[in-house]
């Protein structure tokens, strides 16, 4: 952990699948920037954060961090099973 630390990556250790422990990497006693745009990003794609608390702990604004989710993969509209046939039957046939 301590050299993925040195290299500015989060480590995350989980127990049977659940996350346990995470390291984030300090530039000068603070989080590295980078470090806090991945926390940041791996919080609201395990879905326990919302995108505004995400912005906030990256430091970016709402449009940022939604641009940013995007290029890293992680969708911020999120439908649950069922919900996009009741939106789509909510326009008619």
Known sequence: MLDDAHRGQITIV??????VLM???LENGAP???ALLDLAAQLYDSERISLGRAAEIAGLAYADMMDELGRRGIATIRLRPGELERELAAFGP
């Open 14 to 19: 989980t127990t049977d699948g659940q996350a």
């Open 23 to 25: 390291t984030v990497p």
């Open 32 to 34: 590295v920037p980078g």
